[in-house]
């Protein structure tokens, strides 16, 4: 009997708390709902009446339709200014609303029409509601849809069930949406569709201006338009005028060239394109890369440039190529042709690395008819534990590596062995021939020193070979001297432990180690040479100071 006491005791307990959950439940209801109603911005509702201007046929039907109005035949209402005719009407005047029926029509002004087969009116909140075959026209837009809601206290028609806008040479389709005409604002959401002869763009969020033309993407968008793409977030399109300004790293492609950044401009009728801040411009069809903070490009020039932390990247070798320089441009000769082909030139502290070779310059000018980097103003090249110098330096790759590198004026070569010993060779004119990336052959011409070390077969080092020449040519294996050839030479064999200090370097010697890029980040570092070790530019073929006359008169 006592268990059976517990059990109904806490039966009891447990229902006088779910009880209790339950009150304290609706108490927190009926406050949120109190609290948002108090949050919500009243109505103002319409103190004017509706007004009935006309009909041909007035009668009661207390049974069927209680407290109305029953309107037949060419029925005309006022309310507030704006005029509204039926075929029939249910008119309630007590409420200030009525039900029309039959070619309804509602004008507002000389600029807004609204058309449809059913409108349920209510005076007092100044809603219109219509239904079927609707067509709401401002201007030279209109409004398609079958279910409309025209709230005239803040001038806004909004769709629930599909609509299309047309206006000019858009047409304009989504799910949901709403059209003000006092702004001209229109906003869509859901299967947005925008169609113009000249492009298609799709996307899920999209305001519309019927007055400036301007689409603004605030939604994941794509824009098509012939060969052109836009992936765009965020950003703002002008269809009649095909300019773009996009934002949050939205996406332009065309033919293969795609254009990243933090904002983009895009003007599809011209070709030209502008990216402003962490700018990715890849050109996937020549497989190079221009990457900076500020980049401009022209789909119809072929015409491209990239600067303020400006790279530009290879990729169409085996290795990569990563150069930096201050400004980069791109130009493109005989476009679209078979004779096409582009220069890449680079203006001011360049440096450059791929894993096979590194180089340094102060402008170059890159060929793509012969696939050679021409580098001007205190070039260095290194190749392994090789680097070469001039007044110019042009480099040939093929497919994979170096073919070969042509250094012209105040040439100098330079192999380490260690950090004493260097071979050396100088002259007016050197190429290095290279296979698989290892030198094979050198040219030297004119005025040739050489500071080469002989080993024996221990590969020991036994002694410096001095030599002077006017035409030299190496032969390398195995990245070791197989033989040389060279016309009449003046040289010196010194042993290894007699070199004369004023013999271990020649006179133009240079070891520019501490500029060499280390990696592909270390481009950015620009590390000039030390004063007083900078090429003294030659002078060839300077003009005479006094003319052939100007002598004959002396």
Same mark, same amino acid.
């Given at each position: 009997m006592d268990k059976m %006491?517990? %059990?109904? /005791?806490? %039966?009891?307990?447990?229902?006088?708390?779910?009880?209790?959950?339950? @009150?304290?439940? @609706?108490?927190?209801?009926?406050? +949120?709902? +109190? &609290?948002?109603?108090?949050e919500q911005p009243q109505r103002e509702q319409s103190k004017t009446k509706v007004i009935l201007l006309h009909t041909d046929n007035l009668t009661?039907?207390?049974?069927?339709?209680?407290?109305? /109005?029953?309107?037949?035949?060419?029925?005309?209402?006022?309310?507030?200014?704006?005029? !509204?005719?039926?075929? &029939?009407?249910?008119?309630?005047?007590?409420?200030?609303?009525?039900?029309?029926?039959?070619? +309804?029509? !509602?004008? /507002?002004?000389?600029?807004?029409?609204?058309?449809?087969? !059913?409108?349920?009116?209510?005076?007092?909140?100044?809603?219109?509601?219509?239904?079927?075959?609707?067509?709401?026209?401002?201007?030279? &837009? %209109?409004?398609?849809?079958? &279910?409309?809601?025209y709230d005239r206290l803040y001038e806004l028609g909004y769709f629930f069930e599909g609509g299309k806008l047309v206006d000019k040479d858009n047409v304009l389709t989504s799910d949901w949406g709403q059209y003000s005409p006092p702004t001209r604002q229109a906003v869509f959401n859901y299967n947005v569709k925008l169609e113009n002869p000249k492009f298609t763009l799709i996307s899920d969020t999209l305001n519309y201006n019927t007055l400036t033309s301007m689409a603004e993407i605030v939604g994941p968008s794509n824009i098509d338009s012939g060969d052109n793409h836009i992936y765009s977030e965020s950003g703002f399109y002008n269809t009649q005028t095909e300019e773009a300004i996009l934002l949050d790293r939205s996406i332009v492609t065309n033919k293969g060239r795609k254009m990243v950044g933090d904002s983009l401009y895009y003007d599809s009728k011209s070709g030209v394109g502008e990216g402003f801040r962490n700018v990715v411009y890849t050109d996937e069809v020549n497989k190079n890369m221009l990457t900076g903070n500020y980049c401009y490009y022209n789909d119809s020039t072929g015409y491209s440039m990239a600067t303020d932390s400006a790279v530009a990247i290879d990729y169409s070798q085996r290795d990569t190529m990563y150069m930096h320089a201050d400004t980069f441009k791109v130009y493109t000769f005989y476009m679209d042709t078979d004779s096409m082909y582009r220069e890449v030139r680079g203006y001011y502290k360049v440096r450059s690395y791929r894993m096979d070779v590194q180089s340094v310059c102060d402008s170059l000018v890159f060929d793509s008819r012969d696939t050679c980097i021409t580098m001007y103003r205190d070039p260095i090249v290194w190749n392994g534990g090789q680097q070469v110098l001039g007044e110019v330096i042009k480099v040939y790759l093929n497919d994979s590596t170096i073919d070969r590198i042509h250094v012209i004026d105040q040439t100098l070569s330079v192999e380490r062995i260690d950090s004493v010993h260097y071979n050396q060779v100088a002259g007016k004119e050197m190429t290095s021939y290279f296979r698989d990336g290892e !030198?094979?052959?050198?040219?030297?011409?004119g005025n040739v020193y050489v500071d080469y070390y002989m080993f024996d077969d221990d590969s020991l080092m036994i002694g410096l070979n001095y030599t002077e020449t006017t035409e030299l040519k190496l032969f390398m294996k195995d990245r070791k001297m197989e033989k040389i050839w060279m016309p009449a030479s003046t040289g010196v064999i010194y042993p290894i432990v007699m070199i004369p200090p004023n013999r271990l370097y020649l006179s133009n010697f240079a070891w520019f180690d501490y500029i060499r890029p280390l990696n592909k980040d270390d481009i950015f570092v620009w590390r000039p040479k030390k004063s007083g070790t900078e090429l003294k530019a030659s002078y060839k073929h300077k003009a005479p100071l006094q003319s052939l006359d100007q002598i004959k008169k002396k």
């Amino acid at each position: 009997m006592d268990k059976m %006491k517990d %059990k109904k /005791q806490n %039966k009891r307990i447990n229902g006088g708390h779910r009880l209790l959950f339950f @009150c304290i439940l @609706c108490l927190f209801g009926l406050y +949120v709902a +109190v &609290s948002y109603a108090e949050e919500q911005p009243q109505r103002e509702q319409s103190k004017t009446k509706v007004i009935l201007l006309h009909t041909d046929n007035l009668t009661y039907d207390q049974y069927r339709h209680p407290g109305a /109005q029953i309107l037949t035949g060419n029925v005309q209402f006022q309310h507030d200014g704006v005029l !509204m005719y039926c075929d &029939s009407a249910c008119f309630y005047e007590a409420t200030n609303s009525f039900d029309a029926f039959g070619h +309804v029509k !509602m004008v /507002q002004g000389d600029t807004l029409d609204l058309v449809g087969d !059913m409108l349920l009116y209510n005076g007092l909140d100044q809603l219109a509601r219509v239904r079927y075959n609707v067509v709401l026209t401002h201007r030279e &837009s %209109k409004l398609y849809t079958d &279910s409309l809601d025209y709230d005239r206290l803040y001038e806004l028609g909004y769709f629930f069930e599909g609509g299309k806008l047309v206006d000019k040479d858009n047409v304009l389709t989504s799910d949901w949406g709403q059209y003000s005409p006092p702004t001209r604002q229109a906003v869509f959401n859901y299967n947005v569709k925008l169609e113009n002869p000249k492009f298609t763009l799709i996307s899920d969020t999209l305001n519309y201006n019927t007055l400036t033309s301007m689409a603004e993407i605030v939604g994941p968008s794509n824009i098509d338009s012939g060969d052109n793409h836009i992936y765009s977030e965020s950003g703002f399109y002008n269809t009649q005028t095909e300019e773009a300004i996009l934002l949050d790293r939205s996406i332009v492609t065309n033919k293969g060239r795609k254009m990243v950044g933090d904002s983009l401009y895009y003007d599809s009728k011209s070709g030209v394109g502008e990216g402003f801040r962490n700018v990715v411009y890849t050109d996937e069809v020549n497989k190079n890369m221009l990457t900076g903070n500020y980049c401009y490009y022209n789909d119809s020039t072929g015409y491209s440039m990239a600067t303020d932390s400006a790279v530009a990247i290879d990729y169409s070798q085996r290795d990569t190529m990563y150069m930096h320089a201050d400004t980069f441009k791109v130009y493109t000769f005989y476009m679209d042709t078979d004779s096409m082909y582009r220069e890449v030139r680079g203006y001011y502290k360049v440096r450059s690395y791929r894993m096979d070779v590194q180089s340094v310059c102060d402008s170059l000018v890159f060929d793509s008819r012969d696939t050679c980097i021409t580098m001007y103003r205190d070039p260095i090249v290194w190749n392994g534990g090789q680097q070469v110098l001039g007044e110019v330096i042009k480099v040939y790759l093929n497919d994979s590596t170096i073919d070969r590198i042509h250094v012209i004026d105040q040439t100098l070569s330079v192999e380490r062995i260690d950090s004493v010993h260097y071979n050396q060779v100088a002259g007016k004119e050197m190429t290095s021939y290279f296979r698989d990336g290892e !030198m094979y052959e050198t040219w030297v011409n004119g005025n040739v020193y050489v500071d080469y070390y002989m080993f024996d077969d221990d590969s020991l080092m036994i002694g410096l070979n001095y030599t002077e020449t006017t035409e030299l040519k190496l032969f390398m294996k195995d990245r070791k001297m197989e033989k040389i050839w060279m016309p009449a030479s003046t040289g010196v064999i010194y042993p290894i432990v007699m070199i004369p200090p004023n013999r271990l370097y020649l006179s133009n010697f240079a070891w520019f180690d501490y500029i060499r890029p280390l990696n592909k980040d270390d481009i950015f570092v620009w590390r000039p040479k030390k004063s007083g070790t900078e090429l003294k530019a030659s002078y060839k073929h300077k003009a005479p100071l006094q003319s052939l006359d100007q002598i004959k008169k002396k």
